[in-house]
C-alpha cells in the first residue's frame, strides 16, 4: 500500500489497519531519526523520536485522533497529557470524539504552575472529582512524564484510569505504571518502528 497516495477525505473513513499503517509510515519518515542523542531522562541513544513531526501534521493527527479514540474506555471523562508533546494529541482525540457524537473534554497539564491568575496547573474544563481521565504521551521512555501528568490529575482529586501512548521505548516506562496500577497501552514498540524503517 502506498500511503503517500491516501487523501486525508479518506483517512476519516479509513479502518483501523489503514490508519495503523500510515501513522508508522509517518513515524518512520519524518519522526525517526539515528544518531547520538541526549533524552530527556538524560539517558544516551542511538536514536531520538519527535513525534510532534507527526502529530502536528493534519494526516497525522487524524490518524492517531481516531486510532486512540477507539481504545478509550467507554467512561472516560476526558483525555489529558503533560505538556508539550501530548498537546496536539488530547486535541486530536478530542476533535474525533466530537465527530464522532460522542464529546469528550481535553485537558493540558503544565509542567509548572501558572505564573498568575489561578496559578493552575491544569488548563481545560473543571470536571467533577473522579472522573475518569485517560492520559496521553507521544514517547514513552521511563515513564516519568507521563507519570508527573498522573500526579497533577490525582491531585486535583481526578481518577486516572489509563496511559495510551503513540510510541513505547520500552525502557521502563511499562514496568513503571504497571507498579502503580495504571493499565498501559502503546500504539507502536520501538522495535515495530525500527523493523519498518530498514
Not at 62 to 73: K, S, Y
Not at 186 to 193: D, G, P, R
Request: charged fraction near 20%; proline fraction near 4%; aromatic fraction near 6%.
Amino acid at each position: 500500500m502506498n500511503t503517500d497516495q491516501i487523501s486525508i477525505s479518506s483517512l476519516a473513513t479509513a479502518n483501523t489497519d489503514t490508519l495503523r499503517q500510515v501513522l508508522l509510515d509517518l513515524i518512520v519518515k519524518y519522526a525517526y531519526v539515528e544518531g547520538d542523542f541526549v533524552l530527556s531522562s538524560g539517558a544516551k541513544s542511538d536514536y531520538y523520536i519527535n513525534c510532534k513531526q507527526v502529530t502536528l501534521r493534519a494526516e497525522g493527527a487524524l490518524a492517531l485522533g481516531r486510532l486512540l479514540f477507539q481504545l478509550l474506555p467507554e467512561d472516560t471523562a476526558a483525555v489529558a497529557g503533560l505538556t508539550l508533546g501530548a498537546d496536539p494529541m488530547v486535541c486530536a482525540v478530542s476533535v474525533v470524539s466530537a465527530w464522532s457524537n460522542k464529546p469528550i473534554p481535553a485537558l493540558i497539564i503544565r509542567k509548572k504552575p501558572k505564573g498568575h491568575g489561578t496559578q493552575a496547573y491544569i488548563e481545560g474544563p473543571s470536571l467533577t472529582p473522579g472522573a475518569k481521565i485517560v492520559v496521553l504521551e507521544d514517547v514513552v521512555t521511563t515513564g516519568g512524564s507521563a507519570l508527573t501528568a498522573v500526579e497533577r490529575l490525582q491531585d486535583a482529586e481526578y481518577q486516572v484510569i489509563q496511559i495510551l501512548s503513540l510510541v513505547d521505548r520500552e525502557q521502563g516506562g511499562s514496568e513503571l505504571y504497571q507498579s502503580k496500577g495504571i493499565d498501559f497501552q502503546a500504539l507502536f514498540s520501538i522495535k515495530e518502528i525500527q523493523q519498518h524503517s530498514t
